[in-house]
Each structure stands twice: as C-alpha cells, then as structure tokens.
C-alpha cells in the first residue's frame, strides 16, 4: 500500500515538474520570439495607451534551490531596467490616480506607465523607492491593514517556509490528518501546490488558519513572517511623508479573493480598508488593487463595489495593456506583472508592444 502510495506521488510530482517547464518555456518562447524579430515595429496599435506594472518583492537575487514565489521577487537592478526600456518606448510615467482622466481624454496622444506594489513589502522601501527616485517614477504601494497590524498572516509566504524547511507535515485536506513529504524539490513543489489549492477550494480564513496551525508545529510562526517582510505603521508614515513619489492604494482588510465573500464583507473589505490607510498616510486612498486579481477574483460585482467606495482606479492582475476603452472601466484595470522569472529588458520592450496578449 505504502508502494503504491509512493508512486503516485511520484507521478504527480514529475506531471507538476512537467507543466512549470512547459508554461516556462511556453513564455518565454513567445517573450523572445517578439522580442527579436521586433514585430512591435510594425504592429504599433497592439502597444495601446500604455501598461500598468505589477511588483511585488523588489530585493537582491536569492539562491534559494526552492522558491515557489520567486514569480513575485525582482532585482533592483531589473527594475532599473524596466523603467529605462519604458522610458525609451516613449512610454511617460503617471501616478495611477490621475490615469483614467488621462485616459478618457480623446485627444490625448500620450502613451503612459504606472507602477504598482502590491501588499507592502518592507523591501519596497529600501530597495525600489531608490530606483523609483532615480528616474522620477511615481508609484502606488497597495497595502492590507491585516499584515501592517499583524493580525493576518500570507498563508503563501508561509507556505514557501513550511515546504522549504520541513522534510515533512502534518495536514488536513478534507479527509483527515496526513503526513506530507517535503523531502526533495519535487515533494516540495507538490506540498506548496497542494496547499495553495486547498486555499482556492474551501474557506479562505479556515484554510489560512490551518496553513499557520501547521506551520507552527513546525516551529515556523507565520506572523513572525509578515513581522520580517511588512512594513508597519510607522515606516509606512515616514515613506509617505519623505517621498512625494509614494502612494498608498487599499488591498483590503485581510486579503482574501473578494468573488468568494459576500456582499456585506466584500464593500466592508474595501471601506474600512481605506479608512485604516488614512490613518497611515493622512489621506484616504483613491486607488485598490484586488487581492489575487484574476477573472476568478475580479470582476463585475467587485468592479462596482470598488466604485461604490470611491475608489477611481482599481486594478487586476489580468495581463494586458491599456487602451482608450480602458477608461470605460477604471475600476477593472488590467496589468503587465514584471515576473521574477523573466528578468530581462527585452522581454519588458516585448510586454509593452503589446503583442504578446494578441497571442495568447
């Protein structure tokens, strides 16, 4: 029985091996294809308005032999670059507040960039605010009041730290208790897979809590986590308050994907959540960013919600660039994510052409 439970495993470890190498190579195949044949020369309509980038974690390289959130880390030094080939593709740069009027301005010829941070990372700060200062770039930092106060962990931080360091845990799926194996990068990957599906599949506040019960069983404190990578309250204040380039968007109060609560907790999410941020930068914020951002995370409902609480600008994570039409809906933005995995400022010339979400 222990064989044959061995052995699936191991077949759904080399499947999940299978297909990040093939979406890796599938991306950064069409990346390079567009990047050196230069197809943005002679299809320049497919470049739009302009983009909307996504960040994350903005710090020094890591050599981590397993970071299944590497996606969300870039360098400073990419970053620098992403600005220069923006910049050098004509592209201006604009806070996010102020882009649906430029965008509903039919007369307007500008082509315009924003750049968004999303949750607050304390590396935001010390790492990308100096590059930000360099090349007079504005940007919004989205930030959640559950990590700045430190009473909502990031079940998928946690979840990179339990499935890194243990070799095994205890969890329940569903069908009671089970060791996990942790041991090799492919019982890693599959464990971390695991648990951001569990998320995804029942009650988000359950399975984050569950996610931290395991972890500290592990002797890995998830709060301890957000307490290492967060900014808090004061640090928050003192950026705003130096850097005329800062802003602070709403994230929500806990960061949960906003399709899968009710009516009642989805405006109570992006009220309050904007009320806290006032208290951090003395203004309320006009822009949100929704937590995971995807078409299963973001869409209608949540687009009028995020209307409804006055915020003018709200943004997805649903790649592409903008457009004219983009005003129409300014509160369900789409964005270009600058992906850890792509760190190169070919591959950023080739997102603002615009032609690689004509091909997907």
């Not at 080939?85 to 507040?97: H, T």
């Not at 308050?241 to 968007?249: I, N, T």
């Not at 003018?312 to 850890?340: D, I």
Request: some cysteine; charged content about 25%.
């Amino acid at each position: 029985m222990h064989e044959t439970s061995s052995a699936i495993m191991i077949t759904h470890s080399l499947r999940s091996a299978a297909k990040r190498s093939i979406k890796h190579l599938a991306i950064r195949t069409g990346l390079e294809a567009v990047a050196l044949s230069r197809a943005d020369r002679f299809a320049k309509s497919a470049a739009g308005r302009g983009v909307i980038f996504t960040l994350h974690h903005v710090r020094p390289q890591r050599d981590f032999a397993f970071e299944p959130n590497g996606h969300l880390s870039v360098t400073p030094e990419f970053l620098d670059s992403a600005l220069t080939v923006a910049r050098e593709a004509g592209l201006e740069p604009v806070s996010l507040e102020l882009l649906p009027k430029l965008l509903s301005d039919s007369t307007g010829q500008r082509r315009l960039f924003c750049v968004t941070l999303d949750d607050g990372y304390r590396d935001n700060a010390k790492y990308a605010a100096p590059v930000f200062r360099k090349h007079g770039v504005p940007y919004t930092i989205f930030v959640t009041p559950g990590f700045v106060e430190r009473t909502r962990t990031m079940w998928w931080e946690t979840a990179e730290v339990l499935t890194r360091v243990a070799t095994s845990f205890r969890f329940d799926f569903g069908n009671g208790a089970e060791t996990v194996r942790s041991s090799s990068i492919g019982e890693k990957w599959l464990a971390f897979e695991r648990l951001a599906a569990f998320v995804q599949q029942i009650d988000e506040d359950t399975a984050v809590a569950a996610i931290d019960q395991a972890a500290l069983a592990c002797d890995i404190d998830g709060r301890q986590i957000v307490d290492d990578e967060i900014m808090t309250e004061p640090e928050l204040k003192q950026l705003t308050a130096s850097d005329p380039l800062a802003r602070l968007g709403a994230h929500t109060l806990t960061h949960p994907n906003l399709a899968r609560v009710d009516a009642e907790r989805l405006h109570r999410e992006m009220q309050q959540s904007a009320i806290r941020i006032s208290d951090y930068c003395g203004r309320l914020p006009t822009t949100f960013a929704y937590p995971y951002g995807s078409k299963h995370a973001a869409g209608p409902r949540e687009a009028l919600a995020a209307k409804d609480n006055g915020f003018v600008a709200a943004v997805t994570t649903q790649p592409g660039v903008l457009s004219s039409a983009s005003a129409e809906k300014p509160t369900l933005l789409p964005r270009v994510s600058l992906n850890g995995h792509y760190q190169k400022g070919r591959y950023v010339r080739a997102l603002i052409s615009g032609m690689p979400f004509r091909l997907m």
